[in-house]
């Protein structure tokens, strides 16, 4: 029994199209890790290099986060699949008390004076 297990094994469960489907998934993930690498050098070389106008840096950094933010939820956290309905509504809900919460408590500690 154990005198198989150095030869290789030819025949996967997958089938042909199975197996197109996943080398497409990997590819894409591939692409949208180059893409959050290519956005996070941008970030730095933009704050670096002083490339943009500090006026402009912040609001252009924040979207850069948000654009990575959602890559990696679609991509990586899978929400992009079926059956995610439960994880995406935990993150909406968690997204809709944070923002207030951070937002009420930056007005407490006196960040944003209005």
């Known amino acids: 029994m154990a005198d198989n297990l150095s030869q290789p094994f030819d025949k996967s469960a997958m089938t042909e199209e199975e197996k197109r489907q996943v080398s497409?998934?990997?590819?894409?993930?591939?692409v949208v890790f180059a893409l959050m690498i290519f956005l996070t050098i941008m970030s730095f070389l933009a704050v670096g290099a002083d490339i943009i106008?500090?006026?402009f840096a912040i609001p252009f950094i924040?979207?850069?986060?948000?654009?990575?933010?959602?890559?990696?939820?679609?991509?990586?956290?899978?929400?992009k699949d079926k059956d995610h309905g439960?994880?995406?509504?935990?993150?909406?809900s968690g997204i809709f008390i944070t923002v207030p919460t951070i937002a009420?408590?930056?007005?407490?500690?006196?960040v944003v004076k209005y």
């Open 62 to 79: 924040l979207l850069l986060a948000v654009i990575q933010f959602a890559l990696q939820l679609i991509f990586f956290m899978h929400l």
């Open 86 to 92: 439960w994880a995406t509504a935990f993150m909406i």
């Open 53 to 55: 106008p500090r006026s």
């Open 24 to 30: 497409k998934e990997i590819r894409k993930q591939i």
């Open 104 to 110: 009420a408590l930056m007005l407490l500690i006196g």
